[in-house]
T-cell receptor, first 114, second 114 residues
């Protein structure tokens, strides 16, 4: 299994600001996934980030709001732009663990927007 | 389209008793099925997966799950619950012919009482 580190682990942000979440993996991975977990809710896929190509966003998520970078095979960032209280969530980075597709997750970044 | 349903928001069980957390799925093709556990303020931990073969899958911490194709179910079980098993449990599915991202159920909170 991969070891995934996310920064920050938590933050309190002001409305209208932007925050960038970093995800570092201890091994090279092709696919990285960003999920959102709103309070008391399940996980929702934001986008898939492959190195060397533009991220693929799920319905309801747009690049202007959630820009993603994937500069190499061990690192990715997710920015939450122009935040509102509705963006208060846990944001989770994950990577595929093997051919059969189980995902491994970071500890998550808990954002609270005031 | 692929989806999972976890019909119970919460499951309560006494320590030492068997536990079952229910999950049903819907995919257009053959499924890969997964269970994850989330402890408070933590990321998701992979428990077990069904890919093919034996319908009874054994995983971490004494958990197992039974794949039932006719009932499209993948219930999580443990013969003897521990207080430390109290957590949030997520079922997830991926269609073998689709992308690698997982679709998660809404989660079931398991409470094991002494």
């Amino acid at each position: 299994s991969a070891v995934i580190s996310q920064k920050p682990s938590r933050d309190i942000c002001q409305r209208g600001t932007s925050l960038t979440i970093q995800c570092q993996v201890d091994s090279q991975v092709t696919m990285m996934f960003w999920y959102r977990q709103q309070p008391g809710q399940s996980l929702t896929l934001i986008a898939t980030a492959n190195q060397g190509s533009e991220a693929t966003y799920e319905s309801g998520f747009v690049i202007d709001k959630f820009p993603i970078s994937r500069p190499n095979l061990t690192f990715s960032t997710l920015t939450v732009s122009n935040m509102s209280p509705e963006d208060s969530s846990i944001y989770l980075c994950s990577v595929r663990g093997g051919l059969t597709g189980e995902l491994f997750f970071g500890e998550g970044s808990r954002l609270t927007v005031l | 389209a692929q989806s999972v349903a976890q019909p119970e928001d919460q499951v309560n069980v006494a320590e030492g008793n068997p536990l079952t957390v229910k999950c049903t799925y819907s995919v257009s093709g053959n499924p890969y099925l997964f269970w994850y556990v989330q402890y408070p303020n933590r990321g998701l931990q992979f428990l077990l997966k069904y890919i093919t073969g034996d319908n009874l899958v054994k995983g971490s911490y004494g958990f197992e799950a039974e794949f039932n194709k006719s009932q499209t179910s993948f219930h999580l079980k443990k013969p003897s619950a521990l207080v430390s098993d109290s957590a949030l449990y997520f079922c997830a599915v991926r269609d073998r012919d689709s992308g690698y991202a997982l679709n998660f159920g809404k989660g079931t909170s398991l409470l094991v009482t002494p």
